[in-house]
């Protein structure tokens, strides 16, 4: 059984951080890729950054760059680094797991759409106050 668990969320004030980790148990994740999204009540569950498990490549959307950062932490974990945090950057951060998605060759357009990824977790509710 695969199992995708987040943690780290919470409340921070605006230009605070926040270390979200993913924790993946019953696969290994050698030919995929993983990825963050979020979403705000009411609106559409959005893209916010992916990497290639293997080769390495990480990919953000234009509204975290330069702010946050993927990375692999362990052979099962990844995690979000997210510095200078604003009241936008607030919603529910989901982690999801793409299975083959290391070989996707196109780019950042492999990991935008939620049906790239196979598997999911609960989310995390990250709350960042004015």
């Known amino acids: 059984q695969v199992q995708v668990v987040e943690s780290g969320g919470g409340l921070v004030q605006a230009g605070d951080s926040l270390r979200l980790s993913c924790a993946v148990s019953?696969?290994?994740?050698?030919?995929?890729?993983m990825g963050w999204f979020r979403q705000v009540t009411g609106k559409e569950r959005e893209f916010v950054s992916a990497?290639?498990?293997?080769?390495?490549?990480t990919y953000y959307a234009d509204s975290v760059k330069g702010r946050f950062t993927i990375s692999r932490n362990s052979e099962n974990t990844v995690v979000l680094q997210m510095n200078s945090l604003k009241p936008e950057d607030t919603g529910v951060y989901y982690c999801a797991v793409a299975y083959q998605g290391d070989y996707c060759s196109v780019g950042i357009e492999c990991f935008v759409a939620m049906a790239s990824f196979d598997y999911w977790g609960r989310g995390t509710q990250v709350t960042v106050s004015s």
């Open positions: 019953g696969r290994n994740l050698r030919s995929d890729a």
């Open positions: 990497i290639r498990w293997s080769e390495g490549s």
